[in-house]
C-alpha cells in the first residue's frame, strides 16, 4: 500500500520535461472541474465527483464514529471499560482514517496536476487569479459546498499552476479576479449568477459562468485600470462605470484604436463560441 501511494504522488510530475504551447489562456478554478479556460474547455472533469463523494464518505463515517463514541462512552458510564476501550481500538482510530485521507489526496492531486498539464499543453502564459488569497466580498459558501471545496484542494491548484509552469516553461500572470464571475464578458454589465449560469440583464444571454469567468480573467491581463492590488470596491465601481459607457454607446477614455479592434475581435470569437 505504500508503494501504491508513492507512486500516485509522482504521477502529477509526468511529462514535464514538455514544453508549454504557444497561446495565451486565462484560466479560472471551477466547482465540478479543476479548471475552464477562455478557449471553453474544461480540465480534471472528475474534480468535483471525487470531491462531493469524499465529503458523503466522511460524512457518514463521522455520524457513525459519534454513534459508537456514545455507546463507548456510555459502557465506560457504566463500567464496562472493557467494551468502551474494545471501541475505541477498532473503530475510533486514526490509522485508518488517515490512510484513506491520504489516498483521496494523492487521486485528487493527480486530477488537479493532470489539468494543469492540459492547459499548459496550449498555453505560453497562463493567466488565473492568485488562489493563495481569498477575494474579499465573495459571498461564503454552504457547509457541503465549503467541505467538498476544501481549501487545500485550491492550495494545490496554486501549487500545480505555479510548478508545471515553471518546469514546461509557460510563464503564470496573476490578475484582479474581483468580480470576473459576475460580469458579462461580451458587454460588460453585472449579470446574476444562479449556479453554473451567468444571466446578463443587460444583453440578455445565458453564459456557462466559468468560461465567461475565464474570459473575463485572461481580459484582465494587460488592463492599464486594475492591477492585482486594486481594491474589489474600486473594481466594482470600474466595472459598472465601463458598463454604462458601453450602454450608451461611448468609448473608454483610455480606448485607443488598437484596443478597440482588440475588443471588437475578441467579441466576435465569443459570438462564434
Known amino acids: 500500500m505504500a508503494t501504491s501511494g508513492r507512486n500516485e504522488q509522482r504521477l502529477p510530475d509526468r511529462g514535464v520535461r514538455q514544453p508549454g504551447g504557444e497561446a495565451t489562456i486565462g484560466v479560472d478554478k471551477g466547482y465540478t472541474e479543476a479548471l475552464t479556460d477562455s478557449d471553453g474547455n474544461y480540465h480534471g472533469a472528475g474534480l468535483g465527483q ?5 465529503s458523503d464518505r466522511l460524512k457518514e463515517r463521522n455520524r457513525r464514529r459519534a454513534r459508537l463514541r456514545s455507546v463507548a462512552n456510555t459502557a465506560a458510564q457504566r463500567g464496562n471499560h472493557a467494551k468502551a476501550d474494545r471501541i475505541a481500538r477498532n473503530n475510533l482510530g486514526a490509522i485508518k482514517r488517515d490512510r484513506q485521507a491520504g489516498r483521496h489526496q494523492a487521486r485528487v492531486r493527480t486530477e488537479i496536476f493532470t489539468a494543469v498539464h492540459q492547459v499548459v499543453d496550449k ?5 488565473a487569479e492568485d488562489l493563495t488569497k481569498t477575494l474579499a466580498g465573495r459571498k461564503p459558501l ?22 508545471v509552469s515553471e518546469r514546461r516553461g509557460s510563464a503564470l500572470v496573476h490578475v484582479n479576479a474581483a468580480y470576473t464571475s459576475q460580469v458579462c464578458h461580451r458587454c460588460g454589465c453585472l449579470g446574476r449568477r444562479a449556479g453554473d ?33 486594486t481594491p474589489h470596491f474600486v473594481v466594482k465601481q470600474l466595472v459598472q462605470a ?20 482588440e475588443s471588437e475581435s475578441s467579441e466576435a470569437l465569443s459570438n462564434e463560441r
Open 50 to 54: 471525487l470531491l462531493t463523494t469524499e
Open 123 to 127: 498555453a505560453a502564459v497562463v493567466v
Open 142 to 163: 454552504d457547509r457541503n459546498t465549503n467541505r467538498r471545496l476544501a481549501a487545500w484542494t485550491k492550495g494545490v491548484t496554486a501549487q500545480a499552476l505555479k510548478n
Open 197 to 229: 449560469r451567468l444571466h446578463c440583464t443587460s444583453c440578455r444571454v445565458v453564459w456557462q459562468a466559468d468560461v465567461n469567468a475565464a474570459i473575463n480573467v485572461l481580459r484582465r491581463h494587460g488592463d492599464p485600470d486594475i492591477t492585482l492590488h
Open 242 to 261: 465601463r458598463a454604462d459607457r458601453h450602454r450608451s454607446r461611448l468609448p473608454l477614455p483610455d480606448s485607443s484604436p488598437a484596443r478597440r479592434a
